[in-house]
Structure formats: C-alpha cells, structure tokens
C-alpha cells in the first residue's frame, strides 16, 4: 500500500492523451478521487500535475487513469540487496521503499535477494531507492548508474515515434494496394484494374478490399480502438473516439454492403473501404509527425540536461578517483581542468580560471574565477586549471533547480488557457451530436442516394473536427517561450507569468543592486565634531553588524586605510532609517536625514555639503556620537553597463518605468536623470515599497517590480509580475515570477518581448484552433453543397484534422527563432 503525503504535489506522465478532449476528461476524473485538491493536464508534455489535501494513495491515480483508457508512466527497478537475511529485513526494506514519495510498490524476495520496485519516474529515480536502501542499513551489489529523467523522457518519445513509424508503415503497405483497386477504374478509364480483377460484379476485387481494409483498421489502428474505446466506456469521447467512429463507420458500412447488400435500397450499395484505410493511415502520420514536433518543444531542456557532466575528478584518500556525478558529496573535492564542465556547484579553493557561463547566465563573455569565487555546475571551465569544493549536489545544484523551474513554467496554465478547457470539455459531445444531426438532415431532405449523403456528410464531419489544436495551441508555445528564455538566462517560474508580463504597462525598478551594480563605495567624509580618523573608525565599528550595502563601502574604506576598528558591545538596526551601536564607550547613530530628524538631531552644519553630495547622485550617512551630529559621509553607487540601454529599451516597448529607492529625493533624482527615468519614488524604506505598488495598482496600472528578491520580497510579492535579480548562484532564484539569471537589466526588455511573441502566438494558434473548426464543421456538414454540388470527402476530412494539429505545433516552434533586441550582455 503506497501513499503520498498531502504536502507533496504527485506529477506523474501519461501516455494517450491526444487531444484537449482529453486533457479535460484526466482532469475531471482525477478530481474526482479522494484526497485530490487540484488536478491539471499538460498535453505537451503528456504529465498530470496532482495536488492533494490529504493523504491518497498512489495505486488509485494510476489504476484511475488506466481505468480511462491511458497509460500512466512507471519504472521498474530490480536491485539485488547482498544483505538481506530474515523476514523481518524484508518488512524493513519494502516499508522504507513504501514510504518514498513516488514509489507505488516495492516486493523483496528473501531467497534471491532482490527488490522490485515500481516507482513513478517523474517523482523518484532508481538512484533515490537505492540511496534509500543504503540509509536504511543495506548494502547493493551494484552500482549502475540509472538513466535520468530527460533520457527517459527522450526514451519513451523514441519508442512512441518507433511503435507509430511500424503502425504508419503498415498501413500504407496495405493502403496503397487498396486504394488501387478501389480508384482502378478512375486511373485506368478504359479498362481498370477493379475491373480486371473483379468482373462486372467487381467480387474479387470488393473482398480484397476488405481484407486489405480490415488490417488497416484493426492491426495499424488498433491504437485508436484501445484509446477510443476507454473514452467511451467512460462517457468522455476524445480525439481517438472519433477516428474510432469515423473510421469504423466506413469500415462496417461496407462490410455490410458486401455481405448483406439487401439491406441496403438501390444506389446506396456503395464501398468505402479505401477510405477507412486512408483516414487511418493520414491520422497516423499526422500523429507521427505530430509526436517529433513535440519532442522538439522541449529541446531548450534537452540542452540544459546536456550541460550536466556525467563524471567528475575528486580527491580521495589523496589520490585522483574518476567518479560518477551522482556520488559526488558535497565537501568533495573536485579537479578541473582547461576544457572541462563543472560538474557540481562548489568554491574554488586553489587555482585560476576564465568560465564561460553563458548557457547558465546568458552572459556571453567568460568571467574570472579564483580563489573564493563560487562555479555552478554545468559551466564550462575555458583557460586554467583549479580545485573546488563541492557545496551543492544533485538536486540542489543550480542547473538541477533551473531544469525543475522550466520544467515547472512548462507544465504551469496561463489565465488564457481557461476558456480553451472549458470549450475542450464539451467540443468532442458537440460534435457528436452535430454528426447525428448532420446524418439525419440528409437522410430526411438530401437527394436519392439520401443514405449515402448522409453517410459521408455525418463522418466527414466525425473526422474534420479537431480538439487536438485546441490542447496544444497554449502548451506547446509556453514550452518553446519559457525554453528559449532559459536560453537567455531569463527564467520564468510559471506560464501565467509570462502572459503577464506581456501585459504590463509600467516597470518600478529598485535602485540598489537593480540599476546600480549593488557596491557602493565610500567617496566622501566631512567631520564636524571629531577628526576624520576616528570618525570613520567608529562608524566601521558600528556598521560591522549590518548587512546593509552602504556598510559594506563603510568598512571596506575603514580596511583600505589601515584603520583598527573595536567590535561593538550593542547593536540594533531601525529598517528604513538607520543603526545604532555602542562601541569604545560612545553610542554611535548612523542613518539617513530622517533619522536624525527621529532621534531630534540637527544637522545643519553639514548642509550645503550634504546638498552638493546629493545633487551628484551621492547617497550621505549622517553620524551622531553621543547625541550629536559628528559628520556625515557620502557614498555613491555606479550603475551597471547596461542600464541606460535598458530603460530606454523598455520606453521602446511603450511600457513606463519608475525608479523607487531610500535615498533622499535629490540623490535619487540625480540616478534617475543619469539613466533617463523621470518618475522616482524616494526615501521610501523596504517595508513601504509595497505599499507604492499597491498605489499604483490601485490606478489600474499593471505593475512590475524588479528588485534583489531578498530585501523586497514584499514589493515583489505585491506586484503583478515580480522579477527578481540574480547571478546564477543566489537565493534570489527561488524569489520571484521571474528571474535574470545574470542580473543585468537589459534582460528586462528581451524578457517582455519575448512574453509578448509568445502571448501572441498563443493567440494565433488558439485563433486558428477555433477558426479552423467553426470554418471546416458546417463544410463538412455539407452547406456548400447546394452550391458546389459536392461534399466534403472524409478522407480529406481526416487529411485537414491532422494537418491543423501540424499547423499549431508549427507555429509555436516559430518562437525558437526569437532573436533578442539587446544581445550585448
């Protein structure tokens, strides 16, 4: 008995789902099971995600949508344990693997001493069970290293696209030949080879055509029954249900016109055998064609996993040892050479280097690294040789967190997709009902054959509907959108925040650390009260204690100077306003101009230097010692390289932008006028910024803020789409809707454009969806009969079906060609 712990989301990967159809009917049936909070269906990436409000067990999900009709997606693991020896071991062992997150069941054997396992690969790896294994006090025989989630991904497409090329191939070994015979006497008027073989009654020829037909349909298609007939037997038809009965239809009418055609009135005692068999054979290779182009959505995956080494050089017991990446610990300590990936997260203890970062970071040139510096796993080391010691592994590392984040972003629904389910959950039910319809109209007011017009009008009409475009149109371009910004070192933690960033209309971008490059630097000191010396010495003392950017530049200057600083005996921090300390036996206030006006300290004595420090842009400390106004001193924050290229990129798009920061108004307007932003929100502390967001907001603004992610996670939290600044490395990765890997602000722009494009292909492909059906439906119902005289034939009908799945994927491929406007960083 497995069960799954109600705090854990279950993402478990489907095969069959075809369709929007589908995606609804999975979705409906598993909110029906117990403990199931939320359900939601990728068709893209065939995986269900499964939220749970209480404990549920894993068994009834996956017989639940096998039940359906479709094949939820387990491993099998056979490990052979060396030290298993009495029942009691064999209780241990299977309750430990039980109790794993993911495994569905796990059967020791005393006498062989193996253990199998059936786990859900999305969740767990055989790596974790056999991890699990050794923690639990057992030793394995081996050590084999287990195929990875993408290589089993890749794994399943591979044989999804071999078993539909051998079904594809079948068919049109006997379709060929059939359609000959059928279309014989049209290719060769005067004497066709449906004449030549079946005479004037066309005998032979007709039950060739069944036979030929009947492999078709039951050996080539035989995946469309088991599909289909699991969507009926539930009362939820889906894509598979209407080729079933599309197919089917043509296939028993002419069957029973060749066994029975007295069933039939005079002119009708037509065959369709040949088309059956096309309809078959065109579904299957749109299908074919259909699942490579969806492998290709998710390439920018495949080249993140490709980035992971697979072995990795460590010291053990002083010698070099070549491992593989999976057993490396963290406290390892890992041998680089030129030329070589990184395999793990770690810092660099000996050696020199340039990385390149770029596929991590999108930043295109290599950077430095020595001693102390930290290097991601999956970089690629260019010019020296080093040794690091291993801080993350596994999942932890940076790559193994941006993978699961795409991955995330891909399975994630935008707000747009909404409307696309709920027309998906009665599209295939409607159809049905306008097919019956269709057959009864002209079986009641068509012209003699009537009974033949309503037969090909009534599957034509089976066969053109297409619920598969619909499913695809949003996925298939997130998946490409998010995948290609991955690429650019812009990660989007979720579909729905692309959809809005696309829509904003005014960016509040946090000065510190967001324009400027976040390391201020002392510039300036004017004392008043006390010499310069012990002014800077007492303010380093204070500032020791604070993590604040402007006490860095404090202490860095106090170190430059060679000046002995005591550590403070108190220390307390005011947010937004300033610090104060106790060392040397003097109390020590530092801040900004409202502190002092708190505290009730004048400080006019420094006025006019104060002022021309601000108009310069500069940031002024001001330091009270015992209650009176000491000195002041100047700090000034340089801006990134980018950052004027990336507000007026952002102008470009048409979107405002606001600068928002504690620093008094002059110094801040001096930042914004340097970098072309006229709206600046100043002196306004870290727990307020939310509440400008909110202001804004409440104009009907849609607002993003772009900001460290640590000291703002309020703002952030509070904007529409937050974009967190990181550099690669970071805790500001988890913070955020969206995350600049390499932290230069140019990023923005290309991030919404890209949002945009992607928004915009939604569109175009649900548009096309929509069209295409509401257009090709009442065609194929016949309603330009009256004035072509013509209708639609089935086996184009089925040709149209799949070519508009084509179409969708077509289009959201599209977006691997996004090319951005600023490519410099």
Not at 805 to 819: E, H, I, W, Y
Request: glycine letters at 8%; a neutral charge.
């Amino acid at each position: 008995m497995n069960t799954s712990n109600k705090d854990l989301e279950i993402v478990l990967g489907v095969r069959g789902m075809t369709c929007a159809s589908c995606v609804t009917r999975v979705e409906g049936l598993l909110k029906k099971q117990p403990g199931v909070s939320e359900a939601s269906v990728n068709l893209a990436t065939e995986k269900v995600s499964i939220t749970p409000n209480t404990t549920i067990h894993l068994t009834d999900i996956i017989e639940a949508i096998a039940d359906a009709g479709y094949s939820p997606i387990t491993e099998q693991a056979v490990l052979l344990i060396t030290d298993m020896t009495c029942a009691s071991c064999v209780r241990r062992i299977e309750s430990t693997l039980t109790s794993l997150p993911g495994v569905v069941s796990a059967t020791a054997n005393l006498a062989t001493g193996e253990t199998s396992i059936r786990y859900v690969p999305e969740m767990i790896n055989e790596a974790s069970l056999r991890n699990a294994i050794v923690a639990a006090g057992y030793h394995l025989h081996d050590s084999d290293p287990t195929a990875g989630r993408k290589d089993m991904r890749d794994s399943l497409r591979e044989d999804e696209v071999a078993a539909l090329k051998r079904d594809f191939l079948v068919a049109v070994t006997f379709t060929v030949p059939l359609a000959v015979i059928a279309m014989g006497s049209m290719l060769i008027p005067e004497r066709g080879i449906s004449m030549h073989l079946s005479g004037a009654n066309g005998g032979v020829s007709d039950w060739l055509q069944l036979f030929f037909a009947t492999i078709v349909q039951f050996l080539a298609g035989r995946r469309f029954y088991r599909q289909g007939w699991g969507e009926l037997k539930h009362a939820s038809p889906g894509m598979n249900s209407l080729v079933m009965l599309g197919a089917s239809s043509a296939w028993i009418y002419s069957t029973l016109v060749l066994l029975a055609p007295s069933l039939f009135p005079s002119g009708t005692r037509h065959l369709y055998f040949e088309a059956s068999a096309v309809i078959v054979t065109l579904v299957l290779l749109g299908r074919l064609m259909e699942t490579k182009a969806k492998g290709k959505t998710s390439e920018a995956i495949k080249k993140l996993a490709q980035l992971q080494s697979k072995k990795a050089r460590i010291m053990r017991d002083g010698r070099q040892v070549e491992v593989d990446v999976d057993v490396v610990n963290r406290g390892d300590h890992i041998l680089i050479r030129p030329g070589e990936r990184i395999p793990v997260d770690g810092i660099i203890e000996t050696g020199w280097s340039y990385v390149d970062e770029s596929m991590i970071t999108g930043e295109s040139m290599p950077t430095e690294k020595s001693v102390g510096s930290e290097v991601t796993g999956g970089t690629f080391n260019k010019t020296g040789a080093f040794t690091f010691r291993a801080t993350r592994v596994g999942s932890e590392t940076t790559l193994a967190r941006i993978i699961k984040m795409v991955e995330q972003a891909q399975s994630s629904k935008p707000p747009i997709q909404q409307l696309s389910d709920r027309i998906a959950g009665i599209f295939v039910p409607t159809v049905l009902v306008i097919s019956a319809a269709v057959f009864a109209i002209w079986l009641t007011i068509g012209p003699a054959p009537s009974l033949n017009y309503a037969f090909v009008s009534a599957v034509s009409v089976l066969l053109i509907a297409c619920p598969c475009a619909m499913g695809l149109a949003t996925p298939t371009a997130i998946m490409v959108g998010t995948g290609k910004a991955a690429e650019l070192g812009v990660l989007f933690r979720k579909g729905a925040a692309m959809e809005a960033l696309a829509n904003i209309d005014i960016i509040l971008l946090d000065k510190t650390g967001t324009l400027t490059k976040g390391r201020p630097e002392l510039t300036d000191i004017l004392s008043i009260s006390t010499d310069e010396k012990t002014l800077l010495m007492l303010t380093a003392s204070a500032e020791s204690l604070s993590e604040h950017p402007l006490a860095h530049a404090v202490i860095t200057a106090a170190k430059n100077r060679g000046i002995m600083y005591p550590s403070p005996d108190s220390f307390s921090a005011r947010p937004g306003y300033g610090i104060e300390a106790i060392a040397a036996g003097k109390t020590i206030q530092i801040g900004a101009d409202r502190y002092m006006d708190s505290i009730g300290v004048p400080y006019d004595s420094a006025a006019q230097t104060i002022h021309e420090w601000t108009a310069q842009g500069k940031t002024p400390l001001f330091v009270a010692i015992d209650g009176r106004f000491s000195g002041a001193m100047a700090v000034a924050d340089s801006l990134k390289a980018g950052s004027i290229q990336a507000v007026a990129s952002i102008h470009a798009l048409g979107i405002q932008t606001a600068m928002i920061t504690g620093d008094n108004k002059r110094a801040a307007e001096a930042i914004g006028r340097s970098v072309g932003i006229k709206r600046i929100l100043a002196g306004v502390p870290p727990d307020q910024k939310a509440l400008e967001v909110k202001r804004l907001q409440s104009d009907g603004r849609r607002v993003a803020f772009v900001g460290d992610g640590i000291n703002d996670s309020p703002a952030l939290a509070q904007a529409d789409v937050s974009i967190a600044i990181g550099t690669g490395a970071d805790v500001a990765i988890e913070a955020g809707d969206v995350i600049l890997m390499n932290g230069d602000p140019r990023a923005i722009a290309n991030a919404v454009s890209l949002s945009r494009r992607t928004l915009r292909t939604i569109r175009l492909n649900l548009f096309w969806a929509y069209a295409y059906n509401v257009a090709l439906i009442p065609v194929a119902a016949g309603v330009l009969f009256p004035l072509v005289g013509q209708l639609l034939n089935p086996m184009l009908a089925a040709a149209a079906m799949s070519l508009s799945s084509l179409l969708v994927l077509g289009n959201s491929l599209r977006l691997r060609t996004f090319r951005p406007a600023l490519t410099s960083y």
